[in-house]
């Protein structure tokens, strides 16, 4: 981060622009407040660092008296030196030790063991064990993040040592520890750091095996998605740009974020190398535009309060205060105002429950993040509900991906048929008129709704809103695609089959053969000469849909049936006879119809 107070506080006067949040004060009093965390350990409470070397308490909407820690005979909070970080490991309420980043009087890095002392609102200031010691060529781009994965290692965001341009040449250098995210293990062995086996640079000759990722000029504030495992990084930049870096939960590490190669998505030095292949780089980036100066990065919000915020990462700049979200819509990411906060935001971080907080520098206060009530949905959420392309057919069974319908994990699914117009208190309408509602899914950190398109639905495109009780979402407007087929899978890939009408699927310990007849579940083949009334299951007969054709392993196949699936909203099935052509092994399924070719889906053939 640049300096803390470098720039003239900006004083909280009301919200100016965008608000799609809200902050509420919760607590005041602190000096320079820098963190944010909690023990994950049901009591609570949060812990607030102050950047000279103080972590206060905060249980209750009180801040407690005594310090939990204090280390400021250790570091000096001047520009960007102090305490900059604190995380607790997994197990903390049995395990009673946490790590804390800070510079000591020389201006090194300091990576800490503490233990707690018998009083549970108190560290043992005697219990200090150095991890890791850093030397800092210069005073400012330190880093100060540390978190636990959901791999329970401990990751450490190094600075490139300062200066301005990275000087030394530290970003691309795997020789040493700055300008670096680093992954060690201290928990094996309390009181020692040692390295993951996994660790990406283990085997290289001359490379430090600390490092997680690299490329970084001042990584302030990393986080894991709480939800999916997915670990955000913003990187400040230098005079133009700040960015904000995505690595996907699962990733094994290695990647290279391109400083100072690249200030954001640009050539940091034009007249100099600026060879791209192999760099990561990044999903949002952002221009020195009206005031902005410095990135200050947060969370994917995951709480109950602002519900409509659900899956949005939020983050903001320390200088102007606006607070940003980025959210998936689609295949693709977009980058949203939600609040010009008027403060220096010099942090954020998550209670146990998930709800957000940010610290202001400008006046020593802790603010939690509220509001944003109605669902959110965007166009490019609204899509067929078998192979997810963005489009509704009518009759088929749709699916939208929106924030704000159903606050704990897992599926809730209608219990009768018809359908009714609700489930849980939400609601679909397209042009409208309310669409029969299926499910509610909240799952690997994604918010669903499945309904029923109507039948009689007309035009190329239709205005879909989402109500839960008294909020509405904006309208979105959605494609009408008909017909838009695609075959329904159980992971992306196997299609949904059923082989001897025993509803098995299809697998490679059970795959099809020559001859006989399998089917699959499918979705958008479009309009049928006798539709059931909205929301009630099909009839046990209706005719063929004569247009659809099956194509497995690019032989075609004898169709038997094609049409609504007996008992099914809004779902279709086809059956059809395994070719006598088809080779071993596992093979594409396409589906067309009307000159419209589904996704391919995977089918085994003995």
């Given at each position: 981060?640049?300096?803390?107070?470098?720039?003239?506080?900006?004083?909280?006067?009301?919200?100016?622009?965008?608000?799609?949040?809200?902050?509420?004060?919760?607590?005041?009093?602190?000096?320079?407040p820098?963190?944010?965390?909690?023990?994950?350990?049901?009591?609570?409470?949060?812990?607030?660092?102050?950047?000279?070397?103080?972590?206060?308490?905060?249980?209750?909407?009180?801040?407690?008296?005594?310090?939990?820690?204090?280390?400021r005979?250790?570091?000096?909070a001047e520009?960007?030196?102090?305490?900059l970080?604190?995380?607790?490991?997994?197990?903390?309420?049995?395990?009673?030790?946490?790590?804390?980043?800070?510079?000591?009087?020389?201006?090194?890095?300091?990576?800490?063991?503490?233990?707690?002392?018998?009083?549970?609102?108190?560290a043992?200031?005697?219990?200090?064990?150095?991890?890791?010691?850093?030397?800092?060529p210069?005073?400012?781009?330190?880093?100060?993040?540390?978190?636990?994965g959901?791999?329970?290692?401990?990751?450490?965001?190094?600075?490139d040592?300062?200066?301005?341009g990275?000087?030394?040449?530290?970003?691309?250098n795997l020789g040493?520890?700055?300008?670096?995210?680093?992954?060690?293990?201290?928990?094996?062995?309390?009181?020692?750091?040692?390295?993951?086996?996994?660790?990406?640079?283990?085997?290289?000759?001359?490379?430090?095996?600390?490092?997680?990722?690299?490329?970084?000029?001042?990584?302030?504030?990393?986080?894991?998605?709480?939800?999916?495992?997915?670990?955000?990084?913003?990187?400040?930049?230098?005079?133009?740009?700040?960015?904000v870096?995505?690595?996907?939960?699962?990733?094994?590490?290695?990647?290279?974020?391109?400083?100072?190669?690249?200030?954001?998505?640009?050539?940091?030095?034009?007249?100099?190398?600026?060879?791209?292949?192999?760099?990561?780089?990044?999903?949002?980036?952002?221009?020195?535009?009206?005031g902005?100066?410095?990135?200050?990065?947060?969370?994917?919000?995951?709480?109950?309060?602002?519900?409509?915020?659900?899956?949005t990462?939020?983050?903001?700049?320390?200088?102007?205060?606006?607070?940003?979200?980025?959210?998936?819509?689609?295949n693709?990411?977009?980058?949203?105002?939600?609040?010009?906060?008027?403060?220096?935001?010099?942090?954020?971080?998550?209670?146990?429950?998930?709800e957000?907080?940010?610290?202001?520098?400008?006046?020593?206060?802790?603010l939690?993040?509220?509001?944003?009530?109605?669902?959110?949905?965007?166009?490019?959420?609204?899509?067929?509900?078998?192979?997810?392309?963005?489009?509704?057919?009518?009759?088929?069974?749709?699916?939208?991906?929106?924030a704000?319908?159903?606050?704990?994990?897992?599926?809730?699914?209608?219990?009768?048929?018809?359908?009714?117009?609700?489930?849980?208190?939400?609601?679909?309408s397209?042009?409208?008129?309310?669409?029969?509602?299926?499910?509610?899914?909240?799952?690997n950190?994604?918010e669903?709704?499945?309904?029923?398109?109507?039948?009689?639905?007309?035009?190329?495109?239709?205005?879909?809103?989402?109500?839960?009780?008294?909020?509405?979402?904006?309208?979105?407007?959605?494609?009408?695609?008909?017909?838009?087929?695609?075959i329904?899978?159980?992971?992306?890939?196997?299609?949904?089959?059923?082989?001897n009408?025993?509803?098995?699927?299809?697998?490679?310990?059970?795959p099809?053969?020559?001859?006989?007849?399998a089917?699959?579940?499918?979705?958008?083949?479009?309009?049928?000469?006798n539709?059931?009334?909205?929301?009630?299951?099909?009839?046990?007969?209706?005719?063929t849909?004569?247009?659809?054709?099956?194509?497995?392993?690019?032989?075609?196949?004898?169709v038997?049936?094609?049409?609504?699936?007996?008992?099914?909203?809004?779902?279709?099935?086809?059956?059809?006879?395994?070719?006598?052509?088809?080779?071993?092994?596992?093979?594409?399924?396409?589906?067309?119809?009307?000159?419209?070719?589904?996704?391919a889906?995977?089918?085994?053939?003995?």
């Open positions: 981060m640049k300096a803390f107070f470098a720039a003239a506080a900006l004083l909280f006067g009301g919200h100016l622009g965008a608000q799609e949040i809200t902050l509420t004060q919760v607590a005041s009093g602190l000096t320079s820098l963190g944010i965390e909690n023990a994950g350990d049901g009591s609570g409470r949060l812990f607030f660092v102050q950047q000279d070397g103080i972590v206060r308490i905060f249980r209750n909407g009180a801040l407690a008296a005594q310090p939990f820690l204090d280390i005979s250790k570091t000096r520009g960007e030196r102090g305490l970080g604190l995380a607790f490991p997994p197990g903390f309420a049995q395990k009673q030790r946490f790590y804390i980043d800070y510079t000591d009087l020389n201006g090194d890095t300091v990576i800490a063991q503490y233990n707690v002392s018998a009083n549970p609102d108190q043992d200031a005697s219990s200090e064990v150095v991890l890791l010691h850093i030397a800092q210069f005073p400012n781009h330190n880093g100060g993040a540390v978190e636990f959901p791999d329970g290692y401990l990751y450490i965001g190094m600075g040592g300062g200066s301005g990275d000087p030394m040449g530290n970003g691309q040493t520890l700055l300008g670096k995210l680093l992954r060690i293990d201290v928990e094996s062995n309390p009181g020692h750091a040692a390295i993951p086996p996994g660790n990406p640079f283990i085997n290289r000759a001359g490379a430090r095996p600390e490092i997680w990722a690299y490329g970084l000029r001042n990584p302030w504030r990393v986080s894991f998605d709480r939800a999916t495992g997915d670990l955000w990084i913003a990187d400040v930049g230098q005079n133009d740009y700040e960015e870096d995505f690595q996907p939960a699962g990733s094994s590490g290695g990647q290279n974020y391109g400083w100072n190669i690249m200030e954001g998505l640009h050539c940091f030095s034009p007249s100099a190398n600026c060879n791209q292949q192999g760099l990561t780089l990044p999903v949002v980036e952002y221009g020195h535009v009206d902005a100066c410095s990135v200050t990065g947060g969370f994917v919000y995951r709480g109950r309060l602002a519900p409509g915020l659900r899956g990462y939020v983050y903001a700049d320390y200088c102007n205060g606006k607070t940003w979200g980025i959210s998936r819509e689609g693709q990411r977009t980058n949203r105002l939600l609040l010009s906060a008027g403060f220096n935001i010099t942090s954020f971080g998550e209670d146990e429950a998930g957000l907080y940010v610290a202001n520098a400008s006046n020593g206060s802790i939690r993040v509220e509001g944003a009530q109605a669902p959110r949905l965007t166009s490019a959420g609204i899509v067929n509900a078998a192979s997810f392309v963005p489009g509704m057919t009518p009759g088929s069974l749709g699916t939208v991906f929106v704000g319908v159903l606050d704990d994990g897992g599926i809730v699914q209608a219990q009768t048929l018809p359908l009714g117009a609700s489930l849980r208190n939400v609601s679909v397209i042009n409208g008129v309310a669409a029969p509602i299926l499910a509610l899914a909240n799952q950190g994604s669903q709704v499945n309904f029923q398109t109507p039948f009689g639905l007309t035009g190329t495109t239709a205005s879909v809103v989402v109500t839960r009780g008294a909020n509405s979402s904006a309208a979105a407007q959605a494609s009408i695609i008909d017909p838009q087929p695609a329904y899978t159980s992971d992306g890939t196997q299609a949904i089959a059923v082989h009408s025993a509803y098995t699927l299809v697998t490679n310990s059970r099809l053969a020559r001859g006989e007849f089917f699959v579940y499918a979705s958008g083949l479009g309009a049928v000469s539709a059931p009334s909205p929301g009630a299951a099909a009839p046990t007969v209706d005719p849909l004569a247009d659809v054709h099956v194509m497995l392993g690019g032989n075609p196949c004898e038997q049936y094609a049409g609504l699936a007996p008992g099914f909203v809004g779902v279709y099935q086809v059956n059809f006879r395994v070719p006598a052509g088809v080779a071993s092994g596992s093979n594409d399924l396409v589906l067309s119809v009307a000159g419209a070719t589904s996704p889906a995977k089918v085994p053939v003995q």
